[in-house]
């Protein structure tokens, strides 16, 4: 056999440790794409075993190959057209009845399939005893054993993998789902036609094809009809007929029927193979969701565990922040000392390293939100968040599972835009994804601080835990509007799973936050960089024709000269000389001009030009509008604090005005990485525009109520 590569997927229930057993497998040797035209996160990892080389695929976490959410569509597909070599279903011992749903449904689709029963340490404790001997006979497939956190028994999976790729296929199956005579001869008679006609979607095992039929299965249908328009439209009467034939028969949609069927089958099998010891363990996971779901004291907890992650977020954040911060200094200082003045020097210094500095300062910050989140997935209480905030939810039409989206936005909206990958329906999909960007991401801080903190002193606590509390009740407002308009529909009817509670392994947690940093670095990164760029080229030309302003020395300095003739004097005046300079250069600048075309849109907010050009430069980055603001106000880097805010006030900006500039801030559209998000997410480029017009209409119709308003009752 010359057979030295073999593909291997791995299939299972969402948390049966499926990305445990692929780190394990693979180590670190892995890469992440997407499936082809969907936006489900693909992982594809390498190892070599006895000469072997093995792909392993990480396949979307189902409870089932029904195609009702695209990760089950991925998996299926997966299956059927790539028909990897050998299928790893990943079986949560401890929970064996639901997790044979998935596994029976690959086993009918007639490819090589191995039980791999993980969580075996959890089904021991629990005192449940599972014979894989009897297991493997009845279903006629593999069976081993692995605890993946401990990644025992990973040699022998893949070993029996390779032996199962090796061994001749094809063998008739008998120890299948046998459904009751009326669906078994209904499935024989739509085989015996379809062997008639000679048509079927390619490849695919027959009868699964039949059983699909007879349920309805959109995808298959189209298939079919696909290979073979004629012939398939036969077929598909056939099966029609034969459908309503079972339903008058059992007065219940085929597919029911057969779905309960399937169920009885899986819990015979539990029933032979799986024993639990009298002495049953106690439930440790029920005890602490008595505390921790309980009906008055879960929610306070809840809002308690929040609040210290945001604490630990920003205090803990504080201490690399500062680190940072030096360092892109030094950086800039370097490059600025090794390049000769001039545009090249302005652009890696000012353009560059000022705009990509900006958002490295922080992923501390970053970080640590993403260690606290996948905190929260891991140990499972990620699961009892949604169900404490499913009432709530319900009030937009939406239920819990939709608060981890927005939940995660508080970090950075692209990847709570992900996130809400694992919701079902498409409708509650879109939902999420249109109100997720209210909730005011970590980019945003940096701009609340330098406006709060100027004019609101010791309230700017407050201001901004005002403006977090602003968005969520837009987001709610939003998603009641949109759910009995745009989005019209009853929420998807779902339950709520309760994964039990777990020890956070540090590896997977580390995985898991870094895979969210990197989406969130890599992403952000090229956007920023561009967009600094983009920014810098358009503050520095067309330059100002040269006056005889730019060509003066030190010598010809203002009188103000004369005063300090000291060495720290000389170097203040110089530094005030470039920051005229400079602030000329912007207005003359093509981003000058723009700002100024804009004037008439900002000013009813009271935000004068220069704040509505940094408004517009947000749209790269929202950490940029502080960047922005200190070029136009011609304070530069490494300056004192205070500057940035004097100049804001000597520009007429009142607390008024600097509370509907944040205001907008916390509305308008989303970043440049959170629209591609978006509609990459939802697959349309109209729900990406939709999203910028409404949310800057909202943004701007906020911000005016605020300082119109402001004014009418007297504020300034
Ligand atoms: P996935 O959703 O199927 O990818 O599941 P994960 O690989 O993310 O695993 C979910 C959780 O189960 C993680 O916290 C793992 O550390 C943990 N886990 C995985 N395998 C085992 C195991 O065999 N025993 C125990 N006790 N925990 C496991
Ligand atoms: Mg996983």
């Not at 003045?341 to 993403?370: M, Y």
């Amino acid at each position: 056999m010359s057979a030295k590569r073999l593909t291997i997927a791995l299939a299972g229930n969402p948390n049966s440790g499926k990305t445990t057993v692929f780190n394990n497998l693979t180590g670190t040797r892995q890469k992440v794409g997407n499936w082809p035209g969907v936006t489900v996160e693909k992982k594809e990892g390498r190892v070599s075993f006895n000469g072997i080389d093995l792909t392993i695929v990480d396949l979307p976490g189902t409870y089932s190959l029904t195609p009702f959410s695209i990760e089950e569509v991925v998996a299926r597909n997966y299956l059927l057209d790539e028909r990897p070599d050998v299928v790893l279903d990943i079986i949560d011992a401890s929970n064996l009845e639901r997790s044979l749903y998935l596994a029976t449904q690959i086993r009918e689709l007639d490819c090589k399939v191995l039980f791999v029963l993980n969580m075996a340490d959890v089904a021991e404790q629990r005192g449940t005893k599972i014979d894989a001997r009897k297991m493997s006979e009845l279903l006629d497939v593999p069976v081993v054993f692995t605890v993946g956190n401990r990644g025992e028994g990973m040699q022998e999976l893949l070993r029996r993998a390779v032996e199962l790729a090796g061994s001749p296929g094809g063998t008739p199956r008998q120890r299948r789902v046998k459904y009751s005579q009326d669906i078994e001869e209904s499935i024989a008679r739509l085989l015996g036609f379809m062997e008639l006609k000679a048509a079927g979607p390619p490849g695919y095992d027959r009868r699964w094809t039949a059983i699909k039929l007879l349920e309805e299965d959109k995808i298959v249908t189209e298939r079919l009809v696909a290979a073979a328009p004629q012939a398939g439209m036969e077929i598909l009467q056939a099966a029609q007929a034969l459908r309503r034939h079972l339903a008058e028969r059992f007065d219940e949609e085929p597919q029911i029927v057969m779905t309960a069927e399937r169920y009885g089958f899986i819990a015979g099998i539990v029933r032979e193979v799986q024993s639990s010891s009298t002495q049953q363990r106690v439930d440790v996971s029920r005890t602490i969701d008595l505390v921790l779901t309980h009906r008055l004291f879960g929610f306070p907890i809840f809002i308690f565990f929040i609040w210290a992650m945001f604490q630990l977020t920003f205090t803990l954040g504080e201490y690399p922040v500062q680190a940072i911060e030096a360092g892109v200094e030094g950086i800039s200082a370097t490059a600025g000392a090794m390049l000769p003045e001039g545009l090249l020097r302005d652009l890696v210094v000012n353009g560059i390293i000022a705009g990509v500095g900006s958002v490295i300062v922080f992923l501390p910050n970053i970080l640590i939100l993403f260690f606290c989140i996948a905190l929260f997935e891991d140990t499972g209480y990620m699961a009892r968040s949604a169900f404490l905030m499913d009432k709530i939810m319900h009030l937009i039409g939406l239920h819990g599972k939709s608060f981890i989206p927005m939940l995660m936005g508080f970090g950075c909206n692209v990847p709570a835009i992900m996130a809400a990958r694992t919701l079902e329906s498409e409708k509650d999909r879109i939902l999420t994804i249109l109100i997720t960007p209210f909730m005011s991401c970590s980019a945003k801080l940096p701009v609340y601080v330098v406006l709060a903190g100027a004019f609101f002193g010791p309230r700017a606590g407050s201001v901004i835990f005002g403006l977090y509390l602003l968005g969520i009740v837009l987001s709610i407002i939003t998603g009641r509007l949109f759910r009995s308009t745009l989005l019209k529909g009853a929420d998807a009817p779902f339950v709520m799973e309760l994964p039990p509670y777990r020890m956070p392994m540090a590896k997977s947690l580390l995985i898991h936050m870094w895979d969210r940093s990197k989406i969130f670095l890599t992403k952000m990164g090229k956007v920023i960089l561009v967009g600094s760029v983009v920014i810098w080229a358009l503050s520095s030309f067309p330059r100002p024709p040269a006056s005889s302003e730019a060509g003066k020395g030190p010598n010809a300095a203002p009188a103000a000269a004369a005063r300090t003739s000291d060495a720290g004097g000389q170097a203040d005046l110089e530094a005030a000389q470039r920051r005229a300079q400079k602030a000329a250069q912007t207005e003359y600048s093509l981003l000058g001009r723009i700002g100024r075309l804009m004037a008439p849109v900002f000013e009813p907010l009271g935000i004068e030009w220069r704040g509505g050009v940094a408004l517009l430069s947000g749209f790269v980055a929202k950490e940029i509008v502080v960047s922005t603001l200190g070029v136009l106000y011609a304070t530069g880097e490494g300056e004192e604090d205070g500057d940035l805010e004097k100049a804001l006030m000597d520009a007429g900006m009142t607390p008024l005005s600097a509370l509907a500039m944040m205001v907008f801030v916390l509305l308008y559209l989303p970043c440049f990485a959170t629209t591609a998000a978006i509609r990459r997410e939802t697959g349309s480029t109209r729900w990406m525009l939709f999203s910028i017009g409404y949310s800057t209409a909202v943004a701007w119709l906020m911000a005016l109520f605020v300082f119109q308003g402001g004014r009418l009752i007297g504020l300034s």
